[in-house]
Nanobody, 117 residues
Framework: QVQLVESGVGLVQAGGSLRLSCAASGSMFRRNVMGWYRQAPGKQRELVAT???????NYAHSVRGRFTISRDNAKNTSYLQMNSLRPEDTAVYYCSVTNEAGQWEHWGQGTQVTVSS
């Protein structure tokens, strides 16, 4: 069974930075994609960033240039470095990992990020 444990709960002022981590354990598809989603109150969950095992990245337009996703394959851990944070980045952030079918099957418990203006 795959478990994803997130860390990096934070309250930060606008313009500040925060780093989230997601440690995965258990039996996972080796060539998985790791990603981060977020869900703000009253809104649908949205994709923030993804990274393949080989390091190819993709970002939502709203975070491009401010957020950086990375991963350490040896540690099965992904990171989301968030800079120049804005109040609209306030959300619960979830990490996820794909299965062999490319579906986002495994999810973390979510971590709250609050950006004050």
């Amino acid at each position: 069974q795959v478990q994803l444990v997130e860390s990096g709960v934070g309250l930060v002022q606008a313009g500040g930075s925060l780093r989230l981590s997601c440690a995965a354990s258990g039996s996972m598809f080796r060539r998985n994609v790791m990603g981060w989603y977020r869900q703000a109150p009253g809104k649908q969950r949205e994709l923030v960033a993804t990274i393949t095992r080989g390091g190819m990245t993709n970002y939502a337009h709203s975070v491009r240039g401010r957020f950086t996703i990375s991963r350490d394959n040896a540690k099965n851990t992904s990171y989301l470095q968030m800079n120049s944070l804005r109040p609209e980045d306030t959300a619960v952030y979830y990490c996820s990992v794909t299965n062999e079918a490319g579906q986002w099957e495994h999810w973390g418990q979510g971590t709250q990020v609050t950006v004050s203006s």
